[in-house]
């Protein structure tokens, strides 16, 4: 089974940037759906960001804007640039993989990271 590994959390001012990072095993970010998901402290999880095999990509409206998810093929490795960081973006990072090219928003997600923190301070 794959595995994911995220990194790249920290503590950041308002306004500032960060760029997580989610190093998979084998082949899965040349071959499958991927997302980026956080948890706020006392939230449910919520799906942010998805990427298909072919790069399409979805955004939550609270990132829509700010957020890019990219694919780096020759690293393994499935990317989250975060611009003008808010306090309300802080939470524990998650990536995830589906077992399939397209993502399907009713299917579970098969493969999960154990997170990265992030603190935005106002």
């Known amino acids: 089974q794959a595995q994911l590994v995220e990194s790249g959390g920290g503590s950041v001012q308002a306004g500032g940037s960060l760029r997580l990072s989610c190093k998979a095993s084998?082949?899965?970010?040349?071959?499958?759906?991927m997302g980026w998901f956080r948890q706020a402290p006392g939230k449910e999880r919520e799906e942010i960001a998805t990427?298909?095999?072919?790069?399409?990509?979805t955004y939550a409206d609270s990132v829509k804007g700010r957020f890019t998810v990219s694919r780096g093929y020759a690293e393994n490795t499935l990317y989250l640039q975060m611009d003008n960081l808010k306090p309300e973006d802080t939470g524990m990072y998650y990536c995830?993989?589906?077992?399939?090219?397209?993502?399907?928003?009713?299917?579970?997600?098969?493969?999960w990271g154990r997170g990265t923190q992030v603190t935005v301070a106002s």
């Open positions: 990427s298909t095999r072919l790069e399409t990509t």
């Open positions: 995830a993989a589906q077992s399939r090219a397209l993502c399907v928003p009713s299917d579970p997600w098969d493969v």
């Open positions: 084998g082949n899965t970010v040349r071959r499958y759906c």
